[in-house]
């Protein structure tokens, strides 16, 4: 079966964040909330100064430290890979969110379900529409938008991303881009001495 | 820049380290009450002190629960944290705590009200009941450990040193609590145990900042905060003088003092509570990926 | 465990409505989705659409929070509170549209019937010039809103000179060395941000092209770029000249195209003008020859670019002999001293750059074609061209491309039009004597000449130039000295917001507001603006609305079509009907009309004219606007969105061939003697004061007088904004202000660490930051990526209180900090300088007013001290 993931390209990548509100539309996640977000990092001394934009993400690991340690099972990986949440199961113990080295899981808090996007109570017809499919309490993140990949979609976040700094597709697939990628311009995935296997690749 | 300039993130999107809050003080309470209540029950259950052992179970089942409780993303949901045992610590705990409860309950029954019934302390039952309890005991004053050490994200967590301290803490307090109770006989023998389990837990305490201070860089910036920065008044306080050094004076000077061995039981309670907050406070993530070329994450 | 029905928001039951973007003032196209229920709950770019590709930036992603905003303007609306300020509550009382409309008509009828020129219009949209061009209605070039100041004061003018368009960028397609100067096109703002970020981006990773990116702050490109070149503020125009002195000295530039394909050749007399006969045809020397020849002489043998020669006794050289003289004293190592750029690195950049150029390449195009292929440009914005002497500075990043020959080829530097409404259209037209028909005018007419004047903002005497509306406070401070015989009493506000926009001290801007007897706003949310108004007119937004447009792209070129994707939330209406039912109360229909037939290009096609006499709904003019481009119907355009395509290769690539380009723009010489002359017939009384030098044919080396302030003010102030940010109001949005807040760069004022440490501060150090001007408060970050001198102010941390807004303050505004004299404006443009020199003053504490309710700086202090727990990274 398929093992979907993602590249980022780090030449590409232009720190604009399209992605983490073009993610925070598709999943509807209240205030505070990021499935992803893309980091800056500055180093060197003047004038040889410098930036780099460092997007993240769950990294949907083959060997998911959450998964592992989660009580209830309600963290499982799909057929294609892609690392899941059961909002039903989870009782919001955070063991999977101490256990992922990425700091990818993040715990939904009723006070932002109540105070609204703009923090003052009034509820949008957007929220309205989108919270329900949270319970306050649980820890959750990205899934890839798996709803889309089922639907042959690719991400929000990939779709939106003004640079395509955001390759996705079947890792198991030598064709698709996101292996092409990691091939020819050497992939690397973040903290491999972790030891989760991640599916998410980095390039220069 | 080097490492040494360390970078905490808070909640911005520079890249940095970042405090892991998930596990925040009511789990951290919620640990003390396990690992306190199953150490004294244990050690009451050694030296056969029914005191003991009903004062042991009582934060077991109840400070343990509510603090647990009131961390819970969704209480009304935490019975399913029972239900992967084949992978989770949590789990192992969670089934092995209540058994504690129950076998260390109907142990105490049988002791306290038994014979009413037929059944004698040296009975088959209570023997059973006995071993039961015990390795539940043992269960729960360690899988709090197991379960930190259980993945590699919070760095100084990730050693097997950690379940090793939740068992030398969890016999440790159990010992300074059981010390100060009526019946304990053999006081003497107990206060010299006291004090070989503190230099023991002297000795985790290094071995756990040494792993730390050489391993990964989130390692080592957990033992910075904990040895030099921002916790340090706390860690030397209240941990070491009050929960180790402290104690151990008392009880090598005058171990058969109830003055000194109430002092020495409450700073090793104190010392312990303080441990169990901080390392928590400690736990941080790595920066996830570094372009800095000094930074050894790059 | 997946449910029936999905929960992401783009796959649950409902439609996808093609429509086009406008969280800043471009135009990319995108999909509206709404649900069954009628909630927006998701917006994508159009992967139609080959100018955004599918793409939208974060500000294009943040549409439906614009949409659901809570605080969004719900119906009209009267002020009841008599007191007016910034975050002052007006006490609004809701009233019904027709008081509302009678009360707004009623009271500019006031004034208009006093003196037209009573009325200060503040509109400016430009996906809506037929809203923006509303006040020529009755003859009003009053001019209160931002638009020019800061980007576009010289930028535009000279863009109309040089390349009879109104933008310009690099030929993404094609070019290998890109240079950025003071802008961040493809990486962070200005044109199409998502648009041009795609299109650059594939530029980088498919053909590696290489980035250089001169600026005083390591901004996006920046950190992008191969090489990031630090620079002094406002002195970019001398490293320019620099790389041009090299290019000349070395040989490297492309004779041919100076020689065939601009006036470089033109022999100039030293009045300045032009050496023309008596049918005013311009000469060329023939250096074959040694004699003068006319420009179209077809026997001339070899066209000089040098030399000193006469021409019936007259002495005169060639306008690149000129050129080449006032370079003399620009060699780089001069000019290091100035921008504090190594001569090193000049030279070397201006030899990389010609080196890329491969001057006398050519390629075919798809038209059959074959053009000059010059994969080398030099690309500037914003941050270069927002200077005391704009003209120069904006003409001398011009010369350095044309001197490599890449105006308006593949690879090169190109101008960029705005809507051209008909697709046959080409914006070249021919001028005098074989050149280009210059258009500095691209914004709709000008005033021209009036004594005394008929705009406050005396753009009477800007005959070049783009409107200068920081002159209405100099000259609200002395109306009598220049000329007013009026005072402005009215503003008529829409979809602008000056109150932030404009340079000058605010307390001196909320005095010139209080002056104003009535002040409306058409708006959709409160701004700083909104809080001045009497009446506040709710407008629709743009997900309930009707336009058609294509706002400068670069690349492509089309329609991109505006429709509702449900109806209005709350009891607004459209900007055009607003404006129709005012024009109609006040007895201008028929003249309103008319201009909007000559704005929008309908004038000429009588099948598209609006009637006169009636008014016509948002719905029909996008109608007529997308028939006028391609010829399709309103039901063509709801289907598609949009008529993008690539841009004709012949309006694209050298769409001005057989002309020349203005290398030496006289222009400047004879409009200068002509206003003088106009102001000496007049007896203006402040024409000696004049800044007559500022009208330059070709760059000088002189210095813009920021540089001259007084030496206590040590450092350089500039400001800038992002892509969160770039042309638009977007702090007011929670999903923007996630991203922004938590961005290092807008948290704090940018100090490089050792210029930090020199004045004795740190990151956290409260200052007073002052120029000769005014002040901000603030609080120091650090970052290497700073030039030592200079101190960044982000736009995030410029705005002000509002009532009801979601919008924070910071510490005050950048803009008070800057002047709004004659002194520090480019009488050849109006363009007004935008960088000042200040001092820091270190405090102990914040001022009291800054303590009282919640700022900026204290989000940002949560936010880097929190250690609390939910995915934080």
């Known amino acids: 079966m398929a093992r979907m993931g993602m590249v980022f390209d780090l030449k590409a990548c232009i720190g604009c964040n399209a992605c983490v509100i073009g993610c925070k539309q598709e999943n509807s996640l209240p205030d505070g909330v990021f499935f992803t977000k893309t980091l800056s990092e500055e180093y060197g001394v003047y004038p040889m100064a410098n930036r780099v934009y460092i997007p993240t993400i769950c990294n949907h690991c083959d060997d998911a430290p959450c ?48 105070k609204g996007l703009f923090g003052t109570g009034e509820i949008t017809p957007f929220e309205e529409q989108g919270y329900g499919r949270y319970t306050p309490g649980t820890v959750t993140k990205c899934d890839f938008c798996s709803q889309r990949v089922d639907a042959g979609l690719d991400p929000a976040c990939v779709v939106t991303c003004p640079t395509d700094a955001r390759i996705f597709g079947d890792l198991d697939d030598p064709d698709s881009a996101p292996s092409k990628m990691i091939r020819e311009r050497q992939g690397r995935p973040p903290m491999p001495d972790k030891n989760t296997k991640p599916k998410v690749y980095y390039v220069n | 820049m080097t490492i040494e300039d360390k970078v905490f993130s808070g909640d911005t999107l520079r890249v940095g380290y970042r405090f892991q809050r998930h596990w925040d003080n009511s789990m951290a309470y919620a640990f003390f009450c396990a690992e306190l209540g199953a150490g004294l029950f244990f050690v009451s259950l050694l030296m056969d002190n029914v005191a003991g052992m009903i004062l042991g179970l009582v934060p077991v089942a109840t400070g343990k629960p509510y603090f647990h409780l009131s961390h819970m993303g969704v209480p009304a949901r935490s019975w399913r944290a029972a239900l992967r045992p084949d992978r989770s610590w949590i789990s192992r705990g969670l089934l092995g705590l209540s058994a504690l409860i129950g076998c260390g309950a109907a142990l105490v029954f049988c002791l306290l009200f038994g014979s009413s019934f037929g059944i004698e302390a040296d009975s088959a039952l209570v023997n059973l009941l006995k071993v039961l309890a015990g390795i539940f005991a043992l269960v729960t004053m360690t899988y709090q450990g197991f379960a930190m050490s259980h993945s590699s994200a919070i760095a100084i967590w990730n050693s097997a040193i950690l379940p090793l301290a939740s068992f030398l803490y969890s016999l440790t307090t159990g010992v300074a609590v059981l010390l100060l109770l009526p019946g304990a006989g053999g006081t003497t023998d107990l206060a010299s145990a006291l004090l070989l389990l503190l230099l023991a837990l002297g000795v985790m305490h290094l071995m756990l900042l040494h792993a730390g201070w050489h391993g990964s860089p989130g390692a080592r910036t957990s033992v910075e905060l904990l040895l030099q920065t921002l916790y340090a008044k706390w860690f030397w306080g209240l941990t070491v003088a009050a929960g180790i050094l402290l104690p151990g004076l008392l009880l090598w000077w005058a171990p058969d003092l109830l003055l000194t061995q109430l002092v020495a039981c409450l700073g090793i309670l104190a010392g312990f509570m303080a441990w169990r907050i901080l390392i928590f406070k400690i736990g941080v993530y790595e920066p996830i990926m570094s372009m800095n070329p000094f930074n050894p994450l790059h | 465990m997946a449910s029936q029905t999905p929960t992401a928001n783009s796959l649950k039951s409902g439609k996808w409505v093609p429509s086009t973007c406008k969280m800043c003032l471009h135009s990319c196209g995108n999909l509206i989705h709404v649900t069954d229920d009628g909630v927006i709950n998701k917006i994508e770019g159009n992967p139609t659409n080959p100018s955004n590709n599918g793409k939208l930036c974060p500000k294009g992603n943040s549409a439906i929070m614009r949409h659901y905003d809570p605080a969004r303007f719900k119906q009209p609306m009267r002020r009841t509170n008599p007191e007016k300020g910034c975050g002052v509550d007006p006490k609004w009382e809701p009233i019904s549209w027709e008081e509302a409309l009678d009360i707004t008509a009623r009271e500019i ?28 209605a009755f003859g009003n070039f009053n001019f209160y809103q931002s638009g020019g100041t800061m980007c576009g004061g010289a930028y535009h003018p000279i863009n109309g000179m040089i390349h009879a368009a109104f933008g310009c960028a690099n030929d993404a397609k094609y070019c290998n060395y890109w240079i950025n100067n003071g802008t961040g096109d493809g990486f962070s703002s200005h044109l199409h941000a998502a648009a041009q970020s795609n299109w650059v981006a594939k530029a980088r990773t498919e053909r590696n092209m290489r980035v250089v990116s001169i600026e005083p702050r390591l901004s996006i490109g920046s950190a992008k770029a191969e090489e990031w070149v630090p620079i002094r503020p406002a002195t970019d125009r001398h490293f320019a000249m620099g790389m041009a002195h090299v290019l000349i000295r070395d040989g490297l530039c492309d004779y041919k195209f100076l020689k065939r394909d601009t006036n470089a050749p033109y022999l100039v007399g030293e009045d300045g003008y032009f050496i023309r006969d008596e049918n005013g045809q311009c000469y060329i020397w023939d250096a074959k020859n040694h004699c003068a020849r006319l420009w179209n002489d077809d026997s001339i043998g070899e066209i000089a670019l040098e030399g000193n020669y006469h021409v019936d006794g007259v002495a005169c050289k060639p306008a690149f002999q000129l050129y080449k003289d006032i370079l003399a004293e620009c060699t780089p190592e001069k000019m290091s001293e100035i921008t504090t750029v190594p001569a090193e690195t000049i030279a070397r950049i201006a030899h990389e750059f010609a080196e890329a150029a491969t001057i006398g390449a050519t390629m075919k195009l798809e038209d059959g074609r074959t053009v000059p292929k010059r994969p080398a440009a030099y690309n500037y914005y914003r941050g270069a061209q927002g200077h005391k002497h704009g003209v120069q500075t904006n003409h001398s990043f011009k010369l350095v491309n044309m001197l490599i020959g890449n105006i308006d ?238 841009k004709r290769l012949d309006k694209w690539y050298r769409p001005w061939e057989g002309l020349r380009l203005h290398f ?137 209180k509002s009532k009801e807004s979601g919008v924070l303050p910071a510490g005050g505004h950048y803009n008070d900090m800057l002047p709004y004299d004659l002194r520090n404006t480019d009488a050849a443009s109006a363009q007004p300088e935008t960088v000042c020199k200040v001092k820091l003053t270190r405090l102990e504490d914040w001022p009291d007013f800054l303590k009282e309710g919640r700022t900026v700086y204290d989000v940002i202090e949560e936010l880097e001290n929190k250690r609390g727990k939910g995915g934080q990274h």
């Open chain 1, 67 to 114: 998964e592992k340690v989660c009580p209830t099972g309600a963290t499982y990986t799909r057929e294609d890979g892609i690392v899941m949440v059961d909002d039903a199961k989870c009782i919001g113990c955070s063991t999977c969110a101490v256990a992922c080295p990425y700091d990818q899981r993040t715990q939904m808090e009723e006070e932002s379900f109540l």
């Open chain 3, 109 to 136: 009828k006031k004034s208009m019937d006093e003196d037209p020129r009573k009325i200060l219009p503040s509109i400016e949209d430009f996906q809506k010039f037929n809203v923006w061009a509303w006040p020529l």
């Open chain 3, 409 to 646: 080829v593949p690879g090169g530097h190109m101008g960029v039009v705005l809507d051209t409404k008909e697709v046959d259209i080409n914006h070249c037209e021919p001028g005098d004597s074989g050149m280009l028909k210059t258009k500095p005018h691209q914004l709709g007419p000008i005033p021209g000449f009036n004594w005394p004047p008929s705009t406050f903002h005396m753009m009477d005497y800007f005959p070049l130039g783009v409107h200068p509306p920081h002159l209405n406070l100099m000259v609200w401070e002395d109306p009598e000295k220049w000329g007013m015989e009026f005072k402005p009493d009215v503003i008529v506000n829409c979809h602008s917001n000056p109150v932030w926009a404009i340079q000058g001290p605010r307390n001196k801007w909320f005095d010139f507001l209080r002056d104003m007897r009535f002040i409306v706003c058409v708006d959709l949310i409160p701004t700083e603006m909104t809080d001045w108004a009497d009446i506040i007119l709710p407008s629709h937004d743009v997900l309930e609305s009707w336009n058609c447009t294509m706002i400068e792209p670069p690349h492509t070129e089309g329609q991109c079509f505006r429709q509702p994707a449900v109806e209005p939330l709350h009891d607004t209406r459209s900007e055009e009907e607003i404006f129709y039912e005012l024009s109609e109360r006040l007895g201008i229909l028929e003249a309103y009309n008319d201009v909007i037939n000559h704005t929008l290009g309908f004038a000429g096609h009588p099948e598209l004219e609006l009637e006169l006499d009636r008014k016509h709904t948002d719905r029909e003019i996008a109608r007529r606007k997308g028939l006028l481009w391609n010829g399709e119907d309103i039901d063509w355009y709801m289907e598609h969105g949009h008529s993008v395509t690539e």
């Open chain 3, 664 to 800: 030496y723009i006289e222009e400047y010489i004879s409009e200068r003697d002509k206003l003088r002359q106009q102001m000496e017939e007049h007896d203006v009384p402040f024409r000696d004061e004049w800044e007559w030098d500022d009208y330059q044919p070709l760059p000088t080396a002189v210095l813009d007088p920021v540089h001259e302030e007084p030496a206590e003010y040590d450092l350089y102030a500039i400001t800038f904004k992002d892509i969160q940010l770039n042309f638009g109001e977007s702090l007011s949005n929670p999903w923007i202000k996630d991203i922004v807040y938590r961005d290092p760069v807008h948290t704090g004022l940018l100090l490089n660490p050792k210029t930090a440490a020199a004045q004795g501060l740190e990151k956290g150090s409260i200052v007073k930051v002052e120029s000769p001007y005014g002040h901000l408060y603030g609080r120091i970050s650090v970052s290497e990526g700073m030039h030592p001198e200079t101190i960044g102010v982000s736009n995030a941390l410029s705005r002000m």
